[in-house]
């Protein structure tokens, strides 16, 4: 390294000084995908600096002021890549939500928003997604656009930092807890199946425990997928370097592990209990002692050093990591003492990759096992049903959870089962049994997360009056409602592979308006069924 700087100090370059002139527009030639590329996977940067000035983040002294690339040229380095046989994208600037094309570059302005549409309309190219983003330049309409861009990943990475409206204020954020949090609904509300991440800065200057307690609270109420924690410093040439680091070290770790802990529990959740169709509907975070509960299962198999390195994948939702960190421990000598709690955690993880198949054939292995305990038997048999459940095979999957209740005692599982149950026989329209099954959970498992969220009582009722795989099929059925009268729309939920797409006819606050609209229906020639909506 010295003798770099040296050659590089000694040349022309450096002597006149070329950094230091107004400018730190880096000259067009320099974007071209190879700098950054995969192999069918490029980043592409959209706009460079910052003008923002958060008062803690060094970007605009570091990087300029915010500078934007012209649309032709974004486009241009994107179609290149796409020649070169790259066909996923991935956008870069550090608030890309502030994108607006330079007045030179083109006639008509270019905002983000004009941009995704332009860069989804790109031929050859398969899939594009964007970072970093910045609440308050974003907007409902982007969150309309990002649904109907069908390459667009429904991905959103939006940094909140806190959730103290007074700590947003000192770090010159520009928005409130009650703004993001009105975001975050919005972008559910357009797409329900896709994922928001979030930065979390802990222990910035004057934090005290009731700002950090709003972060906590606000994290609970975003259900964040993932969020990257830190832990504040000050930074050179910012305003917050003048102020006080006035939280002690040792605080500022405790609350960095607390929010650490609280994602990772809910990461373990949703992987383990909370299955993709049903994810939207589930307020897990009401439930603390359910994400105690699911995250034992990992947990206990902690004892184990060994497993701790695939155990961290796995609670980082990294699978392909897991999967493969495992097929190493399985040819690892010492490892051979715990080859089925492997296999266990390999099974999970095809699960989690949609890999059913495979995933049986882990989980069978276990079961069939002389070797293994009955609680890890009974996990495996639970992952056989789930792998069945999920695959959309619900006559099995009922099967395999009735083999679950048969063999082992209705203990620690059992609310699930009965859950799961419940949820395939009101799927497949028996609503008597699935009612026989929800008074057994009730019965059985009173205070189970489970039982309760099926006695909160339903805030209003829809009328579910078809259900596709095909997002054309759904488009004609819903129009044909709406033609004839209906209040229909559309609700997309994830499904196995592709998005399930179902077809409602109004939302009613009472049951009985919900009857009337689905005996209209059925007389209409279309049978449909009244669902309880949170
Ligand atoms: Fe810009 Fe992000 Fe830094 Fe704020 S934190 S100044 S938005 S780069």
Known sequence: IPKIISEVSDSELFKTKIWETESRERPEEIYHTGFYEDKDHAYVVISEGCSNYCSYCVVPFVRGELHNRAPKDIINEIEEAVKKGINKITLLGQNVNAYQSPAASCQLPVNFIKLLKLINETKGL??????????KDTSVELFKIMAECDKLKKNLHLPVQSGSDRILELMNRGYTKKKYLDLVKAYRKEMPAGTITTDIIVGFPTESSEDFQQTHDLMKEAGFDAAYIFKYSPRPHTQAEHYADD????????????????????LVVIML????????????FDHPRQIERKKAVIVKKDDAKLLDYPNECFLKGEYEATFRSCQKLLEYKPAQGLKLQIMYLMGLSCLKLNRFLEARSYFNDVTISGAAGDDLKRDASLGI???????????????????ILGRYPPTEVGSIVYYRLYEISHQQGREEEAQQYLSRLKREFPFSFEAQLKTEEPKSYSVQAGCFNSKRNTDRFCEKLVSIGFDAYIVESPGVEEPR????????????????VKVKLKNAGYPARVSPEK
Do not use: Q, W
């Open 273 to 284: 209990c909370v299955s993709m169709p049903a994810r939207a509907e589930l307020d897990i």
């Open 501 to 516: 797409y179902r077809v409602k006819a109004g939302r009613f606050n009472s049951k009985e308006e919900a009857e009337a």
């Open 247 to 266: 939280v002690p070290k040792a605080e500022k770790e405790r609350r960095h592990k607390a929010l650490l802990d609280f994602i990772k529990a809910v």
């Open 126 to 135: 398969k899939e594009f997604t964007f970072v970093t983003s910045h609440p």
């Open 385 to 403: 049903a789930d792998s069945y459940f999920l695959d959309d095979k619900l006559d099995e999957a009922a099967g395999a959870y009735k083999e």
